[in-house]
């Protein structure tokens, strides 16, 4: 019987254990777990998702102080069009964060940034390209294109100094996805070195329609495995999204997948970077807790617990401290959704907003408790301690299970 520990990733001459720790914004997924990740021989993911924000807390810079007293003028106002960001602000940020976490890799282990499309920062090109251009520039190892198509993403780097050496790939969620990214990016002569299949079950935004459950990842990742061969690509494709135990990392390797990416089993680690009081939510949460609805402003059904606070909470928009979803011309489906309520209940003091949430203000808060589809399984990898509360795991303890567990066993701590 076959473990993951009998599969290597290849990256040219270098191999890897086949386990990727998705990216989790906001901090979520922290340097210290894409450290620990790298150490034990995988790759990690930090995530560049408000990044000006995540320095702050890290670096005690006051990015966000700065920004906001910056636009104070405009809080009252329901027009947010003004607001943008500083680029040299968000440069600096990015350096920090990155060029930190790199100069603490002691490992051969690989840590890449997630960076998603969908915060288009009412500047969505040249944010974009300032976000990966910096990351590259404070010497990461990879950047990982995700929550959008990235037509043009490569494009934005093309003249980067990194731009053939580092690794960069892509997350698509459809074998037509891949094609439309491979035939816009053609001119470049740059293939991803690396494409993750995410499937339905994943944790975050979901690359699919409210019929999610109608999709299925193997189904998908088959697909895709088909389509390299068919092509004569030799691009290591990863699956992502419901992979549990190691059996079920084994199951996908034998299907021709270089690797896995995961992310719930580490939402519960020590390194991760929810609240403890978070963690538990997560730990206690049964099938039933989970729901997959679509109040993110992005427009991507989203997977999360119903308990989350952030859930019909109607907080004024946030744009003047972050601002993160305000598409090029200041618009955000929250603010619309918001300015709708306050006209409705012109008398209310407080409102309540339903279809859509403040996402940048509630991942940033961890009031929205995004989670994968197995998250009601978290209970099974821990002990219960005297007070009722479950045990946080290490990082290291998950990872091993992951690579050497059989029979679709999970390893209970010490
Ligand atoms: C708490 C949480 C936050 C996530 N945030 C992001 C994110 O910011 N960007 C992204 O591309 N994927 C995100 N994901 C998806 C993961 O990176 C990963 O691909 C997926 O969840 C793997 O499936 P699994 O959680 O079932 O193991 C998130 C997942 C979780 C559980």
């Not at 976490?101 to 499309?117: D, H, R």
């Not at 305000?326 to 309520?341: K, P, S, V």
């Amino acid at each position: 019987m076959k473990r993951v520990d009998d599969f290597r990733l290849k990256f040219g001459k270098k191999e890897f254990v086949p386990i990727i720790v998705g990216g989790m914004g906001v901090d979520i997924s922290t340097a210290e777990l894409a450290l620990e990740t790298a150490r034990l021989g995988g790759i990690g993911h930090i995530s560049d998702a408000m990044v000006p924000d995540v320095s702050d807390r890290r670096f005690d810079t006051s990015f966000v102080k700065d920004k906001t007293r910056f636009y104070k003028a405009n809080i009252d106002n329901s027009d947010k069009s003004i607001i943008k960001f500083d680029l040299g602000v968000l440069a600096e940020a990015t350096r920090r964060h990155v060029e930190a976490t790199m100069q603490a890799k002691g490992s051969e282990g690989l840590i890449f940034v997630n960076c998603m499309e969908k915060l288009t920062m009412n500047g969505p090109r040249e944010t974009l390209q300032v976000r990966m251009a910096s990351a590259l520039d404070a010497g990461i190892d990879g950047i990982t294109l995700s929550a959008g198509l990235h037509l043009g993403s490569f494009g934005l780097i093309a003249d980067h100094p990194r731009f053939r050496d580092a690794k960069l790939g892509i997350i698509v969620s459809s074998v037509r996805a891949l094609q439309l990214f491979l035939r816009k990016n053609a001119r470049l002569e740059r293939k991803p070195d690396y494409v993750i299949v995410e499937g339905p079950l994943a944790g975050g935004h979901l690359g699919f329609g409210m019929d999610w459950a109608q999709y299925d990842l193997a189904t998908i990742v088959a697909e895709v495995v088909q389509f390299m061969k068919t092509e004569h690509l030799d691009i290591p494709v990863i699956a992502a999204g419901g992979i549990f135990t190691g059996s079920d990392a084994v199951s996908f390797l034998e299907q021709g997948v270089a690797a896995v990416q995961v992310a719930t089993r580490f939402t519960v680690a020590n390194e991760c970077g929810l609240p403890a009081e978070v963690k538990q939510d997560y730990f206690r949460a049964s099938e039933a807790d989970i729901v997959v609805n679509t109040i993110s402003p992005t427009g991507y059904p989203m997977r999360m617990l119903k308990g989350s606070p952030a859930i019909g909470a109607g907080i004024r928009p946030n744009c003047e401290a972050y601002g993160y979803l305000l598409d090029g011309n200041g618009n955000c489906a929250y603010i619309t959704a918001y300015n709708r309520e306050v006209a409705l209940h012109p008398d209310s003091k407080t409102i309540s907003v339903m279809d859509k949430t403040c996402l940048c203000t509630h991942m940033r808060n961890f009031k929205l408790w995004t989670c994968g589809h197995y998250t009601y399984r978290l209970k099974d990898t821990t002990r219960r301690l005297a007070d009722g509360s479950y045990q946080t795991l290490s990082a290291e303890h998950i990872f091993k299970d992951y690579q050497f567990s059989v029979d679709q066993k999970v390893a209970l701590p010490v």
